[in-house]
């Protein structure tokens, strides 16, 4: 458990915020008027933490704390503006309902295109594609194109070829509840086993009880700084009471 | 910039599987499929055909395979373009997901493109095979200066990248690019020797004592590619050109192949190239955050 996969040191993130919508070139060709348009936002403020081999860690806070920022940054999807995040293997993040699938596609065309987006060469997207389709549960569908599945059939076969690409990390954003209940199950014994191989995840959930369930430790983010950091049964009672404080208060 | 490349080649086997992608949705839900891409530029010769020879009433023999060969690689040139602008913007949602070196859209878009011009040019060299051996055009389709011909893909390929690199970047911060772009490819087309031949540019200017406009005109790196496929692929045709006003059209062969203009056009390219590569790099981590 001792082993680091994500090593995150004073985070720094801000976004600049644009109160018209327009990207256009006249925001940029009249600067005068740019600065009443433009407002820089810190979403994340200084985040330190570990993610350990193994170790499932769970993100909570309001939203707009700053949780799907901090993934995207571990997943390398934006460059942070100051603080350091060093990842040691793969991470793989769970797309949300068929995010990079292309509709006119079979499903078969889209799970070899994604495996290779998530990091894996062609052959080895290859040899996988009789796992994820197994996994997937979509059986002779998976020849037919993309736009004439349903939204969990989506789902679950981006789930399942999240899972199957040998990922060291596995980002986790609100996307567990998406299958039935029995696919459900399938992914947490899935994802169990994938703890025990050594694989580590970062969980964002709003669903209390799937954190309690699975993560080891909880890290309660706000106004883009760590509240409180610790087992999730510490965490969560004064997380839920922050959030229902200020409706209990009279 | 050599780490940047480095990543690339990391990843060029998405790169290709991108390329794949892109041929396959195109034609996906269509019958005649990659038919249609050609098409396009059968019409447009047809017409540009009728229009030069029986309306303008110009004497050259052949008219359409000199169109044809300028016209395919502008079509090239025209529709990788307009393709580059949505090729970033179109994939936002999938970038905020998910890392992998950003060039690969707009480099995918440009692959993809120049997949169809080659497989167009075969099918040129079939019209080419057909005219010459139906109605006896004097030109053969294969002549030494054929292995020219790989030389004006590369610098083509290296232009066609090189602003798809910028209009795709800029594109995604302000849209107007796009219409910039539409515009701009409208306009070149007629500034562009397509429809009709360098030399009458160079006749028409040199008679108002204007050579250095002639220049100018080819500072345009597809004004020059154009005429060199023209010299390249139909080199020993016979055009008719008028040589001054008030004076009778004359038929002649082609000017001879510019080296100056040519070499100026691989520089336009390159520079265009490496500088387009280094504002994508420069703007790419910021697509995902656009205000």
Known sequence: MSEVSVSVRDLHKSFELSHTGAASLKTTLLWWKRKKNLERIDVLRGVSFDLHRGECLSLVGRNGAGKSTLLALVARVYRPTSGEIETHGRVAPLLELGAGFHPDLSGQENVVFNAMMLGLSRKQANERLDQIVEFSGLGRFISAPVRTYSSGMQARLGFAVAINVDADVLIVDEVLAVGDIAFEHKCFNYIEGFRSRGGSILLVTHNLVTIEKFADRTLWLQDGLVAKEGLPSEVIPYYRQAMEGPQAAP | ?291
């Open chain 2, 1 to 291: 910039m050599r780490a940047e490349l480095k990543e690339l080649w990391r990843f060029r086997e998405l790169l290709w599987a991108m390329v794949e992608r892109e041929l396959r949705i195109r034609y996906k839900n269509s019958l005649l499929g990659f038919f249609w891409s050609l098409l396009n530029p059968l019409v447009t010769v047809l017409v540009i055909t009728v229009v030069f020879k029986f309306f303008l009433q110009n004497g050259t023999n052949n008219y359409s395979a000199y169109v044809l060969a300028a016209y395919l690689p502008f079509m090239f040139f025209q529709v990788c373009i307009m393709d580059s602008a949505q090729s970033v913007l179109g994939a936002v949602p999938i970038i905020k997901k998910v890392y992998f070196p950003r060039e690969i859209l707009p480099l995918s878009n440009v692959i993809a493109n120049f997949i169809h011009f080659l497989l167009a040019l075969c099918v040129y060299f079939v019209y080419l095979f057909v005219l010459w051996g139906v109605t006896g055009f004097a030109t053969s389709p294969f002549t030494w200066k054929i292995f020219f011909l790989p030389v004006l893909l590369i610098v083509n390929f290296a232009l066609a990248a090189g602003v798809s690199f910028f209009v795709s970047a800029y594109n995604v911060f302000y849209e107007d690019v796009k219409y910039v772009v539409g515009v701009a490819l409208y306009l070149m087309f007629f500034l562009t020797p397509v429809m009709y031949f360098s030399e009458t540019v160079y006749y028409a200017l040199k008679a108002k004592g204007m050579v250095w406009a002639y220049y100018l005109y080819h500072l345009n790196p597809v004004a020059t590619l154009s005429t060199a496929y023209r010299k390249t692929l139909v080199p020993t045709g016979m055009i008719e050109v008028k040589p001054g006003p008030g004076q009778a059209p004359v038929q002649m062969y082609m000017l001879d192949f510019d080296w100056t203009l040519f070499w100026i056009a691989v520089a336009v390219s390159l520079v265009l190239l490496v500088t387009g590569y280094a504002a994508f790099n420069k703007l790419k981590w910021r697509f995902v955050e656009r205000p």
